[in-house]
């Protein structure tokens, strides 16, 4: 077993689940075990830590998370750098040192990710594609003698937007409150699984595009019953339309939605559906909406219309 492990990527579920293996195959004991937010100690406590002996065993294994002096993000703590390099070079044989960036973006231009990525040995774990959802989905119930409908299916893959921590623990929800049913239904999906905000302001992308009036109100309403904040919901549909501004320029240069995921970093099935937005879109109405959008944001931001009213008239100026 090596010395020092680094977790990146959105899959915060596979993360999870392969350090709890390291775990098991180091008979990892609560003795043995000893996790650090660096967002609270700093990173020559944990070194200290690291240099000290096991107690009654043979290794210690320390897991450190909010690991941000490893991101272009600003700690609020002041880390020891320095000496954090020098401990890679030279780490102590008994410390297993588990570093976990799940959803923290390297900045891989520094010296100490440099040195991480040189000395540790690397996992790399991606949010599920649509495929693998649906994987997952049918395996896991298959285990449990359940089959689903595929309508059910798709809807739950909506809902879950393919989050592998967030689909599997709805799947363990539904299997707790279905354990007498053979089939899942769409209704059941509907009425255990709660449709996330992003996926009711993609609703509401589409319909401001199609300037469908009744229906965008509706979601907005549904959206305040749910104590989200006007201004919230606004950033989110501004950045769907930044999007679609740029996939519309690269579908001008035939780019196809598997070329355009290298260019925007974003989960591929929010990008399946604006690349789908976007392909029966003029650009003309998503260049309208950002600019509508935007002097929304000012004139709430200066005091010169209140947040909800001013989302109101938004929605029927569209």
């Known amino acids: 077993m090596n010395n020092l492990y680094l977790f990146t990527g959105v899959n915060k579920f596979a993360i999870d689940e392969k350090i709890k293996q390291l775990l098991e195959e ?4 609560d ?31 320390i897991i450190i998370n909010q690991v941000l002096f490893l991101s272009a993000e600003n700690s609020k703590l002041d880390h020891n750098i320095d000496r954090f390099m020098e401990y890679l070079d030279n780490p102590n044989p008994t410390t297993v040192l588990i570093i976990n960036c799940s959803d923290i973006k390297l900045d891989r231009k520094r010296n100490v990710v440099k040195k991480v990525l040189e000395k540790a040995e690397i996992y790399e774990y991606d949010n599920l594609n649509e495929e693998e959802a649906r994987e997952l989905i049918v395996s896991y119930l298959a285990k449990h003698n359940v089959k689903i409908h595929f309508d059910a299916l798709n809807e739950l893959i909506i809902r879950t937007e393919c989050d592998a921590l967030k689909l599997n623990s709805e799947l363990h929800k539904l299997s707790f409150y279905l354990e007498n049913k053979t089939e899942i239904t769409v209704d059941d999906i509907k009425l255990l699984v709660a449709e996330p905000l992003e996926h009711n302001i993609f609703t509401l992308t589409n319909n401001f595009l199609e300037r469908k009036i009744e229906d965008s ?19 989110i549909l501004g950045k769907n339309f930044h999007n679609l501004y740029v996939i519309k320029q690269y579908q001008k240069k035939s780019f196809t939605e598997y070329q355009l995921r290298n260019v925007l970093k974003i989960h591929p099935y929010q990008l399946k559906i604006l690349y789908q ?10 260049v309208r909406n950002i600019f509508a959008l935007h002097e929304y944001d000012i004139n709430v931001k200066c005091g010169k219309v209140d947040k909800y009213l001013g989302f109101e008239m938004l929605i029927l100026n569209m």
Not at 220 to 227: E, P, R, S, T, V
Not at 277 to 286: F, P, R, V
Request: some cysteine; proline content about 3%; charged content about 25%.
């Open 217 to 235: 109100l509706k979601i907005y309403h549904q959206l305040l019953l749910f104590n989200e904040e006007p201004i919230v919901f606004s950033a």
């Open 277 to 286: 937005i976007a392909q029966k879109t003029k650009e003309s109405d998503i």
């Open 31 to 61: 003795l043995s075990l000893v996790k650090y937010d660096l967002e609270e100690v700093t990173i020559d406590e944990v070194l200290n830590d690291c240099e000290t002996l096991p107690f009654l065993s043979d290794q210690k294994f």
């Open 26 to 29: 180091g008979n990892v004991n």
